[in-house]
């Protein structure tokens, strides 16, 4: 597996099996399981996914080092503010069932965003994190916040794939040299995507699917992806990208495939509101 190396001097597999929306008590420690199996070495979960337990029960249980695995987990918007903030690092990690986490995430740019980065530099400091990041922010909020931060995130985790392709938070990310984690980076699926002619052109050259074209082009491009799926063929084929080149003329194909919309925008109207409401890590 490719590693990235990020601003902190920590390292990143490239590619990492992404559990949102795949359910606790089971389903999730058997797609865990599976991924782990198939070579994955890099998990990324979230309080508001629900399923941080099965994930550290699929790692306890795969009987590979625990060195060997990046873990990622992401805060949820509850638990902003410092004091909040510290409490929700030891709960993530207990329901990991962990002693550390590799990378832990502001999930949601809202809220008392700096008390909630100061707590996780802390705890980052004092080992119960190795790198610290954030998620969901736009050019916009991203030069609100990351310009008051002491630290430098690590990471930035948004929607990212051919149709979205953050060509201007890019810019913005690589002057600091923050990574971009890509969700939905097979567009969550999306047929016309999938379907795509040129891509499915690329997929019969290389004997790939169009999944691993996308991803493939992704990685080309720099951007850390989570792929999520539950069926192990895919699974397992989703970190099989590495033995391919796409050309330069193929990479040109899928820039010009950019809109610059995705299907969250972190900046509307009551978004964080809503997020509230829809997901409750505690009472
Ligand atoms: P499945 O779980 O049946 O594999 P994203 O990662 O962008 O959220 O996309 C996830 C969706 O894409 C899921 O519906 C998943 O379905 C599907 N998917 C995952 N890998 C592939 C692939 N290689 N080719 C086509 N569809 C895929």
Redesign the pocket.
């Known amino acids: 597996m490719e590693n990235i190396k990020l601003n902190d001097g920590n390292k990143i597999p490239a590619v990492g099996f ?1 559990v ?1 929306l795949i359910e606790n008590n089971g389903p999730t420690y058997d797609a865990v399981k599976i991924a782990l199996k198939a070579g994955y070495r890099h998990i990324d979960t979230a309080a508001a996914y629900f399923n941080e337990s099965d994930v550290g029960k699929a790692i306890k249980d795969s009987g590979i080092s625990r060195e060997e695995i990046f873990v990622t987990s992401k805060i949820w918007l509850q638990d902003h503010g410092y004091e909040a903030a510290k409490k929700a690092v030891d709960t993530s990690l207990k329901n990991l069932g962990l002693d550390y986490m590799d990378l832990y995430l502001i999930h949601q740019p809202y809220g008392d965003v700096l008390g909630t980065w100061k707590a996780l530099e802390e705890a980052k400091k004092i080992g119960k994190i190795k790198s610290i990041g954030v998620s969901n922010m736009s050019p916009k909020i991203y030069s609100e916040f990351v310009s008051k931060f002491e630290t430098l995130p690590a990471v930035n985790q948004v929607e990212c ?1 051919p149709i979205f392709q953050q060509k201007k938070l890019r810019e913005l990310m690589k002057k600091d040299n923050v990574k971009l984690e890509a ?8 047929k016309k995507l ?1 379907e795509n002619p040129a891509i499915l052109e690329m997929a019969k050259k290389y004997k790939k ?4 074209i996308i ?1 493939r082009f992704e990685n080309q491009e720099g951007f850390i992806i ?6 192990p063929e ?2 397992a ?2 970190i099989n990208i590495f033995d391919f080149e796409l050309s330069q003329d193929e990479m040109e194909i899928f820039r010009k495939m950019d809109t610059g919309k995705g299907v969250h925008d972190p900046e509307a109207p009551g978004v964080a509101e809503n997020l509230l409401k829809n997901f409750k890590v505690h009472d």
């Open positions: 992404g949102f794939n969700w939905y980076p097979l567009g969550h699926g999306d999938l699917n169009a999944g691993q991803l989570l792929p999520k799926s539950t069926n895919r699974i084929g989703n």
